[in-house]
């Protein structure tokens, strides 16, 4: 419920609501990133209030989910073009939730989003080396050159990808399926390796991010991370 911004912060122990009402008039209180003034209200299960500095203590429940995403949907928080947004997928979920990484327009599969800026880092960052595995369908085949320098790495523009594997390879007439992990998080990383070895992309699923699949999460649908997750992605 939405509570005028001085009785949140006296609720938090932060000051009387005097001297709230002073803060916000000093342009100390910030709602949603904004500068806040006097008579503004915010529901913290929803809104980031920050006090000189320091988001409100009590604030968002932090929370994760992972969606199983369409094609035709941006990662994005907006779209210039008006395009679909992931976020447009995750109703019924009070908090703002923005994107852990990017899939391409026309890539589907796990992706997750959160108000967690920490599993975000921990997810995404390269150092952590998640592994992200892709179910990719390719015109044309793949032969042992082509897995090799997959596996070994190909020099992109911004520089050489990371050893990967290749798995689960299948001939479908001129088409091939096989799973790709890598744990890099370049942009348009698989697709552009694939350009590299002659490869045209005609599909693109995210399968796996490090122990999380889609099972049971059908597309364009969506599930909370259980707490046991979030904490195995953090460590
Ligand atoms: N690699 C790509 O090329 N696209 C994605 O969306 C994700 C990984």
Redesign the pocket.
Known sequence: MAERLQKLISQAGLASRRQAEKWIEEGKVLLNGNVATLGERADLAVDQVHVNGQLLPGAQKRVAVLLNKPRGYVSTLSDPEGRRLVTDLVTDVPQRLFPVG???FN?EGLLLLTNDGDLAQCVSHPSHHVNKT?LVKVRGQLNRKIIYQLEHGVTLDDGKTAPAKVEGVRSADSNCWFELTIHEGKN?????MCDYVGLSVVR?K?VRLGFLDLDNVATGCYRYLTKDEISKLKK
């Open positions: 990017r899939l391409d890539t892709y348009r990383q698989v697709r552009r693109l995210r």
